[in-house]
T-cell receptor, first 115, second 111 residues
Framework: NAGVTQTPKFQVLKTGQSMTLQCAQDMNHEYMSWYRQDPGMGLRLIHYSVGAGITDQGEVPNGYNVSRSTTEDFPLRLLSAAPSQTSVYFC??????????????FGAGTRLSVL | SQQGEEDPQALSIQEGENATMNCSYKTSINNLQWYRQNSGRGLVHLILIRSNEREKHSGRLRVTLDTSKKSSSLLITASRAADTASYFCATAQTGANNLFFGTGTRLTVIP
């Protein structure tokens, strides 16, 4: 199994550009989420989804959109990139129920710089 | 913010010594988890402790949870250079899948 796959690994954008960060998982997990990681601040939840067709906001949703048309894919869209969105972005997935609880499996991350 | 905090922010020890890192959180929880992150990589789950548990072991890892103090500790015994990484605690509230992560402890194990 590939687990959670994120693309691209690195990206440089200019202010105002838009882009989509891709995330795919092959574990049939219902729950998927996006985090950003900034120095000294740990991980902060951007958006999450508890199943196909259902999304909701996390702690820091402004400037980002998500959709969940399939169980496998959960893309994150930056509508108009700003320097404050320079960060490392992680996608994660988990089962939503059962003894596995909400143990999350992470992708390798996307390092984004906005100039 | 529902983020927790780890203490210390950074820890440097000799190989073979034990490493202890602490986590404090703010809200009632269903479970608390510890994750490890090697430099430039994604996070990897280490251990989960439920709110009705006080202590849990996994190999060289020992986790304690004190819900009255809203705190947890992670002990790594007989540390190895390969344990060098950042360690994060994460909490989950009852009925929710979302995890709220602490700020992390950067552990350096010197060979």
């Amino acid at each position: 199994n590939a687990g959670v796959t994120q693309t691209p690994k690195f990206q440089v954008l200019k202010t105002g550009q838009s882009m989509t960060l891709q995330c795919a998982q092959d574990m049939n997990h219902e729950y998927m989420s996006w985090y950003r990681q900034d120095p000294g601040m740990g991980l902060r939840l951007i958006h999450y989804s508890v199943g196909a067709g259902i999304t909701d906001q996390g702690e820091v949703p402004n400037g980002y959109n998500v959709s969940r048309s399939t169980t496998e894919d959960f893309p994150l869209r930056l509508l108009s990139a700003a320097p404050s969105q320079t960060s490392v972005y992680f996608c994660a997935s988990s089962y939503s129920k059962g003894t596995a609880g909400n143990i999350q499996y992470f992708g390798a991350g996307t390092r984004l710089s906005v100039l | 913010s529902q983020q927790g905090e780890e203490d210390p922010q950074a820890l440097s020890i000799q190989e073979g010594e034990n490493a202890t890192m602490n986590c404090s959180y703010k809200t009632s929880i269903n479970n608390l988890q510890w994750y490890r992150q090697n430099s430039g990589r994604g996070l990897v789950h280490l251990i989960l402790i439920r709110s009705n548990e006080r202590e849990k072991h996994s190999g060289r890892l020992r986790v304690t949870l004190d819900t009255s103090k809203k705190s947890s500790s992670l002990l790594i015994t007989a540390s190895r250079a390969a344990d060098t990484a950042s360690y994060f605690c994460a909490t989950a509230q009852t009925g929710a899948n979302n995890l709220f992560f602490g700020t992390g402890t950067r552990l350096t194990v010197i060979p």
